[in-house]
């Protein structure tokens, strides 16, 4: 698949088969995630990788939107860490850590699976909660839901013109 493709037809996943993707495939989507550009190269992102049933249902119970976690092969927490002053002073880190989200559906589906965003920060409830839940020091920007599609939802064309200026 072609990134033009990938792009037009990535498709938030919701169902999911019963499937465990193997841990090759996890440190791509790592991978693909730590790829994504960030401001001055601070690349501010940690990852915190669900795997175990316990740490998937946790998550699920914590978020309102992403019960799908529980049928999910993985969910991957993106987070930002924002010790170092210039990411702390630049507070690009929700864009970094955006970029690198939307690297890792992407190579998701280039590898097969479905995905699913779900959101965290700003949210200051929901970001509370899974530190709590997960003893994080970093900030949860994202819950990135992973796995095996059931549903294949088709691809929708966007394109809306009355969002463009041209100068
Ligand atoms: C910042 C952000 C937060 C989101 N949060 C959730 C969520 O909590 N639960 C969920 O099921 N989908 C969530 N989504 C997915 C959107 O609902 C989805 O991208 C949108 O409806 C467009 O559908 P598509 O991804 O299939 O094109 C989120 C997406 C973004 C970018």
């Known amino acids: 698949m072609n990134v033009s493709d990938a792009i037009r037809n990535r498709r938030s996943i919701r169902k999911?088969?019963?499937?465990?993707?193997?841990?090759?495939?996890?440190?791509?989507?790592?991978?693909a995630g730590m790829m994504a550009p960030s401001a001055k190269n601070t690349r501010p992102w940690e990852f915190v990788v669900l795997k175990s049933d316990n740490a998937k249902n946790k998550a699920a119970q914590i978020h309102p939107f992403a019960k799908h976690l529980k049928e999910a092969s993985i969910g991957i927490?993106?987070?930002?860490?924002?010790?170092?002053?210039?990411?702390?002073q630049m507070g690009y880190y929700p864009q970094d850590c955006g970029a690198a989200i939307q690297n890792m559906l992407l190579e998701s589906l280039e590898l097969g699976y479905g995905s699913c965003w779900c959101g965290l920060y700003p949210l200051e409830e929901r970001v509370k909660d899974f530190k709590k839940e997960f003893s994080l020091e970093t900030i949860p920007v994202a819950l990135v839901v992973i796995g095996k599609a059931e549903d294949k939802p088709s691809a929708r064309g966007y394109?809306?013109?009355s969002k463009v200026k041209y100068l």
Do not use: G
């Open 16 to 31: 999911y088969i019963d499937y465990k993707i193997p841990d090759e495939d996890i440190y791509k989507i790592l991978e």
């Open 77 to 88: 927490l993106v987070c930002a860490n924002i010790e170092n002053e210039l990411v702390r």
């Open 159 to 161: 394109f809306e013109e």
